[in-house]
């Protein structure tokens, strides 16, 4: 999984990010899955999961565990959250910044690799979260 975030953040450098579209299909799926950990909803956050995250995780309240030991702790109990820059890698692949104000009013900024699945539609695939400088209101 590290090996794939990786190359994802090597092809978020490589291909220039593109103006940001309002209501760009795959926020959606970000923003649902957000609520749903905001919500403590196993089931929802993991139904906006990759097929190798539902693979992984039959049970949908060890996944919504799991992320949260991770250190994603700050999306899960995240008090806000607003898109940023995103690189359309292919036309189903998609890497979208989501910055977060976290439950300790720090500001964190995520790479969200999304993935658009036959039958289903787009799909978080990976995430990686950084801590910025400052504080959030």
Same mark, same amino acid.
């Given at each position: 999984? +590290?090996?794939?975030?990786?190359? /994802?953040? @090597?092809?978020a450098?490589?291909?220039?990010?593109? #103006? $940001?579209?309002? &209501?760009?299909?795959?926020?959606?799926?970000?923003?649902?899955?957000?609520?749903?950990? +905001?919500?403590?909803?196993g089931? /929802?956050a @993991?139904?906006?999961?990759?097929?190798?995250?539902? #693979? $992984?995780?039959? &049970?949908?309240?060890?996944?919504?565990?799991?992320?949260?030991?991770?250190?994603?702790?700050?999306?899960?109990?995240?008090?806000?959250?607003?898109?940023?820059?995103?690189?359309k890698?292919?036309?189903?692949?998609?890497?979208?910044?989501?910055?977060?104000?976290?439950?300790?009013?720090?500001?964190?900024?995520?790479?969200?690799?999304?993935?658009?699945?036959?039958?289903?539609?787009?799909?978080?695939q990976?995430?990686?979260?950084k801590?910025e400088?400052?504080i959030?209101?």
């Amino acid at each position: 999984m +590290r090996i794939i975030m990786a190359l /994802a953040l @090597l092809l978020a450098l490589v291909f220039p990010a593109q #103006a $940001q579209e309002s &209501d760009a299909p795959w926020q959606a799926t970000v923003t649902g899955q957000i609520e749903a950990f +905001r919500a403590g909803d196993g089931v /929802a956050a @993991l139904d906006f999961a990759a097929a190798g995250f539902k #693979a $992984q995780f039959t &049970d949908p309240n060890v996944f919504i565990k799991a992320i949260a030991a991770s250190g994603y702790g700050p999306i899960v109990a995240s008090r806000s959250h607003s898109f940023g820059d995103f690189t359309k890698v292919s036309d189903t692949v998609v890497m979208q910044v989501v910055k977060f104000v976290g439950p300790d009013q720090g500001l964190y900024e995520a790479l969200y690799q999304l993935v658009d699945e036959p039958d289903v539609g787009w799909r978080v695939q990976g995430v990686v979260l950084k801590k910025e400088a400052g504080i959030g209101v």
